[in-house]
């Protein structure tokens, strides 16, 4: 079985976007429950618990908080998704696998050497400008594109000149963003059972709608919205 995760990429630092979630809450909307970190100077991620749809709060708090933000889930390690939000409109949809959810979609086609067919669709929204927005440091344009095209970066991560995981594509397409790729690389699930990303140190996670941690509880300063 592969890697499942959402996260939504906020293009606002964690002191301001957290309480600025914390007082949508205490006007009357839904409380969001996950973690928060800062995955650059400006950047913060959400990684929400299992019951809320990151694309779907991706689109919600673009509009409460009026900033762009990037929805995005890995599927079963197969497919990245992402949606690109400001002021709580769809701006860009990118879909690493058209069709993959399909009734007609077939195998991997490394699982069929017999297979004539074109061995993958096109990636759906592969245009590195529309990830831009945020981005944390200058970005090599010709190279994000041949990640949003599937092409790895490092000859190991691909087979037959593609990415074989889709986590690998979101670390690569993440770290050329200039943002913290393993603390983008990962989710609620995983961080609620105690495994933090490389780098990362328990008083730097955000506490959001009363989320809890293993034994050791929250970090000391974190927020609970």
Known sequence: MGTFYGNVLVARPCQEVVPLLSEETAAGRPAIRGYALAVGPRHTVIHPAEE???LTLAEAVSRRLSVPTLGMYVFDSDVLVMQVYDDGELRHIYDSWPGYFSAERPA?????????APAWPEPLGAAPTALLPFAAAPVDIPALESVLRCVPLAREDGKDGRYVFADAQHYDVMALLGLSAPRLNTGYGALSQGYLPPGTALTELWLLGGATFWAGGAPAGASGV
Not at 108 to 116: G, K, M, V
């Open 52 to 54: 809320t749809e990151a």
């Open 108 to 116: 991997e086609p490394w699982a069929d050497p017999a297979r004539t």
